[in-house]
Each structure stands twice: as C-alpha cells, then as structure tokens.
C-alpha cells in the first residue's frame, strides 16, 4: 500500500525557494516512479516533474526546468521538489504522486499514477 504525505509548502515572495517533501508510509518505495503534479486555481492538474524508482534519471516540464530538481531517498522513504527562482505563476496546490510503472519513457500524465497526495498549498507573491 502507498500512502503519500506532501509537506513543505507556504508562502514566499518571487524570487525566493521552497522545498517540498512527500512521505510514504508504505513498503517498497524503492518499487516505485514518483511524480509531482500541480494544480493552480481554475486550472487543470499538470505535471511538474518525474524521478525514476531508482533515482537514475528525472523529467521536467518545460516551466520549471532549470529552477526545480527533483530528488528521492529511498532509504528514508521520500521524495522531494527543490523549488528555486520562483514566479507567482508557480502559486499551485502540489501534488506527490507514485506509479509502479517502470518503463524506458517518462511519466507526464496523470493518468500514469496510482496513488496520489493530499496536496500542499504554495503561494508566491509578486
């Protein structure tokens, strides 16, 4: 069972960084793809970044690369989003997401996951 836990998020002035976590709290995290979606108000879900279940590589959207990095311990059952050079357009609900698919492409829809967080709030401001 995968049980996903997203904390970190808060306020910050443009410009400034964030880094976000997301928990599991269940077994074999190792097994698994992770993702990080975001959702901003009167908008649909989308995808932010992706990290392979052995940490091997990472994906980005277009938006953020450069300015986040994705990153796992899978001893220590988490996943995380740096968020650096931050815009008020990057103001979401982030989302931690995990898939057991372990293909040779990248997981960018939302379709490809499983199992999803709660979200947490992040708000930048101009």
């Known amino acids: 069972q995968v049980q996903l836990e997203e904390s970190g998020g808060g306020l910050v002035q443009a410009g400034g960084s964030l880094r976000l976590s997301c928990a599991n709290s269940?077994?074999?995290?190792?097994?698994?793809?992770m993702g990080w979606f975001r959702q901003a108000p009167g908008k649909e879900r989308e995808f932010v970044a992706t990290?392979?279940?052995?940490?091997?590589?990472?994906y980005y959207a277009d938006s953020v690369k450069g300015r986040f990095t994705i990153s796992r311990d899978n001893a220590k059952n988490t996943v995380d989003l740096q968020m650096n050079s931050l815009k008020p357009e990057d103001t979401a609900v982030y989302y931690c997401?995990?898939?057991?698919?372990?293909?040779?492409?990248?997981?960018?829809?939302?379709?490809?996951?499983?199992?999803w967080g709660q979200g947490t709030q992040v708000t930048v401001s101009s």
């Open positions: 269940g077994r074999t995290f190792s097994n698994y793809t």
């Open positions: 990290i392979r279940w052995n940490g091997a590589s990472t």
């Open positions: 997401a995990a898939t057991p698919a372990r293909g040779v492409g990248y997981y960018t829809s939302r379709a490809s996951y499983d199992y």
